[in-house]
């Protein structure tokens, strides 16, 4: 059986066999589910960047530029990091440059296994199918805050690891998997409330960014799997 790891934050990657697994990048509030929104809205590709310095790089040319830092827009950026400001009437056929405080740089780094899918709640069912089809060991990597634990990384990837141990061809002996499992568990009977008691939850609502929110935590909304490979990341259908 394929065997799936759970990294609960960038700053831990090092100390995980990473090399020839499948990757699931995983920030939900908000890149990864971000990403896919534009995607299913018919971006052309996404670009994540790591550092602001990147970013000026794409400036004046025709690529829409969506960037944060501590969930603020920066200055320069035509829009900021929310789902819900990449409708299809903005992104449709467009290339974006993506820099987020956690997620772009996460993304990045999960490049160095075997291949990576953006994962979200609004895609999960997706994601965990592709995983299946993909016949590797599975490798989740939450972005969580600044290198620091979050509860809505680890608690998507607890639902990815428990479906795929219910179709019988996963497990895990990682300590990492086994304990998101277990949140999983927690907060599922009524996922949106429990995510009320995150951090990250309270710091998007004293910056007035709370509003997508709800939308992060909408399960399979599509079924629409972003691959990011050679520097950008464009839609796989599953």
């Known amino acids: 059986m394929y065997q799936i790891t759970v990294c609960f934050t960038p700053a831990q990657f090092s100390y995980y066999h990473y090399e020839g697994c499948n990757a699931v990048a995983i920030d939900i509030l908000r890149a990864t589910t971000s990403i896919c929104t534009a995607i299913m809205n018919g971006a052309k590709e996404v670009i994540p960047v790591s550092?602001?310095?990147?970013?000026?790089?794409?400036?004046?040319?025709d690529i829409l530029i969506a960037a944060e830092r501590d969930g603020i827009?920066?200055?320069?950026?035509?829009?900021?990091?929310s789902p819900l400001y990449f409708t299809r009437e903005l992104v449709?056929?467009?290339?974006?440059?993506?820099?987020?405080?956690?997620?772009?740089?996460?993304?990045?780094?999960?490049?160095?296994?075997?291949?990576?899918?953006i994962g979200a709640f609004i895609n999960m069912s997706a994601v965990c199918r592709w995983l299946e089809d993909g016949k590797r060991d599975v490798f989740l990597?939450?972005?969580?805050?600044?290198?620091?634990?979050?509860l809505e990384d680890t608690i998507f990837a607890g639902a990815v690891a428990q479906k795929l141990i219910e179709t019988g061809k996963f497990t895990t002996t990682c300590d990492s998997a086994l304990a998101a499992i277990d949140l999983w568990s927690t907060a599922n009977p009524n996922l949106k409330q429990y995510i009320t008691k995150a951090e990250h939850?309270?710091?998007?609502?004293?910056?007035?960014?709370?509003d997508a929110i709800?939308?992060?935590?909408?399960?399979?909304t599509t079924n629409i799997v972003p691959i990011f490979k050679n520097g950008a990341i464009k839609t796989e259908k599953i």
């Open 51 to 61: 550092s602001v310095d990147e970013l000026q790089n794409f400036t004046g040319r």
């Open 92 to 117: 449709e056929g467009r290339t974006i440059a993506f820099s987020t405080t956690n997620g772009t740089h996460t993304i990045n780094l999960a490049a160095k296994c075997h291949s990576v899918a």
């Open 214 to 220: 709800p939308y992060c935590f909408n399960l399979d």
């Open 73 to 81: 827009k920066l200055d320069f950026a035509d829009i900021g990091n």
């Open 201 to 210: 939850h309270e710091r998007l609502r004293k910056i007035n960014a709370a």
């Open 141 to 150: 990597l939450c972005a969580g805050w600044k290198g620091r634990f979050n």
